[in-house]
């Protein structure tokens, strides 16, 4: 099995920053295109930021286009997600998922993390 493990998320005031991280572990290969989704309280999961295996392409919902920034380290088994300018409306669970496709559906994902919490205070 391949597990996706998360980290980096806590709480921060408005206008902060946070990095977070997931690292993946068992069956894995560098193959995966990773994306990153959040889910709010009360609300559906939605796609945030993707990208390649290669890294040179990359993709950003537009409410945080210009504010966070995917990357990915494939010999450390790794995707980043730096968040800058944090908005109390990305308040929400995030979740990293890894997809032999990599579009914008939660559906094109096979493996998921479990979730780490950023709340952003006005």
């Known amino acids: 099995q391949v597990q996706l493990v998360e980290s980096g998320g806590g709480l921060v005031q408005a206008g902060g920053s946070l990095r977070l991280s997931c690292a993946a572990s068992g069956r894995t290969d560098s193959n995966y295109a990773m994306g990153w989704f959040r889910q709010a309280p009360g609300k559906e999961r939605v796609f945030v930021a993707r990208i390649r295996r290669s890294g040179l392409y990359t993709y950003y919902t537009e409410s945080v286009k210009g504010r966070f920034t995917i990357s990915r380290d494939n010999a450390k088994k790794t995707v980043y997600l730096q968040m800058n300018r944090l908005k109390p409306e990305d308040t929400a669970v995030y979740y990293c998922?890894?997809?032999?496709?990599?579009?914008?559906?939660?559906?094109?994902?096979?493996?998921w993390g479990q979730g780490t919490q950023v709340t952003v205070s006005s």
């Open positions: 998922a890894a997809g032999s496709s990599g579009g914008p559906s939660l559906y094109e994902y096979v493996y």
